[in-house]
């Protein structure tokens, strides 16, 4: 019998360096032998990337439940269509956001909290946890300062720096109350300085799984 692959994910807020350290974690899995399949979230499917515009997108008013649905239904599509098949054929995965970011942006952000959060994934039977999640995580200033480098904000990049601030309460919450899976990256360092923290919860983590 194949072993079951491995659930890596990558957290933050905008502009924390999920996307810069994704390529790390690749890279080294990589040297390690293992070959991921990397994706994200909102999207990974065909679905997923049709609803990630319209969350990304949309001109029309988005309520906070309505969007918190839109996540989820995207995670659904996702991990039936992707994340699950992969998993038990032995692939490993590595998702550039998945759940926390509901409870962080919709559980926090947008205030419905986190038994709404829970409740939705329970509902939608939704059980899947990460083995590791990497959460980045530094001032919201300085990550909205390298996202406005890049141009044009997005509908969630354009809200007040109160919404994020709860959001990376509720992340930080998350992190405190399972910190086994989720290891806390500063990530307003340098980038190998950011790096080097990667690489030592990822290698430990390697350690710990090899037995
Ligand atoms: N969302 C998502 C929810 O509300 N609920 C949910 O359930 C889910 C799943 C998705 C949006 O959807 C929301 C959250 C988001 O608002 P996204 O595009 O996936 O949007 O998320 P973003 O945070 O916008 O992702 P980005 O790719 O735009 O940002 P990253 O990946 O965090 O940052 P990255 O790596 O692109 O880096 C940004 C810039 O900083 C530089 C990079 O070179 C780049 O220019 N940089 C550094 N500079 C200096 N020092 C370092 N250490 C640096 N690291 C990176």
New binding site residues.
Partial sequence: MTDRGCFITLE???????????EHVEALLKQEGISVLVT???GGTDLGEQL?HL??HASAPVSAEA?LMM?TA??KQHVVEIIEPALSRGQWVLC????D??F???GG?RKLGADTVAQLHELMNIHLQPDITFL?DMPIAD?LK??A??GKP?R??KEELAFFERARKAYLERAGSQPERVKVID?????N??QDQVSTALNAFLVNHRG
């Fill in positions: 933050g807020l905008e502009g924390v360096g999920k996307t810069t350290n994704r994200r979230e909102p990630r969350l990304l969007e996540m995207s995670r550039d956001r998945f759940a970011a509901s962080a942006y919709q952000g980045l990550g390298r996202m480098a890049r997005d969630i990049e990530a307003g360092l340098a980038l300085a950011v």
